[in-house]
């Protein structure tokens, strides 16, 4: 039988339960508390938090290096954008949020690393209804950064057609806390012994990798990327083309499976990794097998941009 505990003695064993991964946080804020703290001992949500039973919340995640933060505004502009899609208010304001992922990266003290924002309905019981939560929770945590070694920009991944489908259009456009598709889509992926694993719609075009968006350079030379229609548009992907669309025609269209195959380049851009070129697809060949141009030149501008355009921490 479970011993019960005073709240005295269930601290002190919390404390003393090993915490995998606490090496790896930084620092993290909790709106209820309204401190930042550096124990990850510590970080705990409330079990009655519908954003951890139900999912229903919202998140971003983005990214400090040498000491300089990618991409704030961006990520908080889509970040109010899934709040009022799924019809729930931060608890304090946007100008509050924004000066807390800054206050969390800070009081890290190191050098690179990532921010998550979590925004959840909030604790108040364990229905579905969000009318039960009478305030929204807010979570902030700064981890480290793994960045990808240089062989993947060197020599290429591979990826794949995973059998997963992409999500219906209204939930994909929506950066919410439900991320069950996409975590199956990597489990897929390492049974299978790919790096990446790519979704296609229910008309069998491209629409996302698990985390990361996926673009192709065709035969012309244009930069091809799937319309937004059941993909998040990602905040690193729309800086590339921002960056890149005087060098190269741009296109937003459908690309079907046989055009990846055709393709010259086949390009993951995500908030990690940058541009990380893919060689093989489905076991099969890209183009000449080896990364190209296209993808070199864009993790170019997105490095030289995060320190012409970082803010300082």
């Known amino acids: 039988m479970a011993k019960v505990a005073d709240s005295k003695a269930y601290l002190e064993a919390m404390l ?135 062989s993947v920009y060197e020599k290429g991944v591979t990826a794949f057609k995973t059998s997963i489908p992409a999500k219906q259009s209204y939930l994909a456009t929506i950066k919410s806390i439900d991320y069950l598709p996409n975590v199956l889509m990597k489990h897929e992926a390492e049974e299978k012994g790919y790096d990446f694993p790519f979704c296609f719609d229910h008309n069998g075009f491209l629409a996302e990798g698990a985390t990361e968006n996926v673009c192709i350079v065709d035969d012309g030379g244009s930069l091809i990327i799937p319309e937004f229609t059941n993909a998040l548009a990602g905040t690193t992907l729309m800086r590339a083309v921002d960056l890149i669309k005087n060098e190269l025609p741009i296109v937003f269209r459908s690309i079907s499976e046989e055009e990846i195959l055709l393709a010259r380049e086949v390009i993951i851009v995500g908030t990690t990794g940058d541009a990380i070129p893919v060689v093989r697809f489905n076991g099969k060949p890209i183009h ?19 320190q012409d355009t970082g803010i300082p921490l």
């Open 288 to 306: 000449n097998v080896k990364p190209g141009p296209v993808a070199k030149r864009i993790r170019e501008l997105l490095k030289k941009d995060l």
């Open 16 to 150: 003393a339960v090993e915490r995998p991964g606490a090496h790896e946080i930084q620092a993290f804020y909790e709106h209820r508390v309204g401190l930042v703290c550096t124990d990850p001992k510590l970080m705990l949500m409330p079990w009655d938090d519908h954003l951890v039973h139900r999912g229903d919340g919202i998140f971003e995640t983005m990214k400090f290096v040498g000491r300089k933060l990618y991409q704030l505004e961006p990520h908080m502009a889509r970040m109010q954008r899934s709040c009022e899609a799924i019809y729930m208010t931060p608890p304090c304001s946007w100008d509050d949020i924004r000066g807390l992922i800054l206050d969390v990266a800070r009081a890290g003290g190191r050098d690179d690393g990532m921010v998550r924002v979590l925004i959840g309905r909030g604790p108040g019981g364990f229905g579905i209804y969000p009318s039960e939560c009478p305030e929204a929770s807010l979570y902030v945590v700064a981890y480290d950064l793994h960045p990808k070694p240089e």
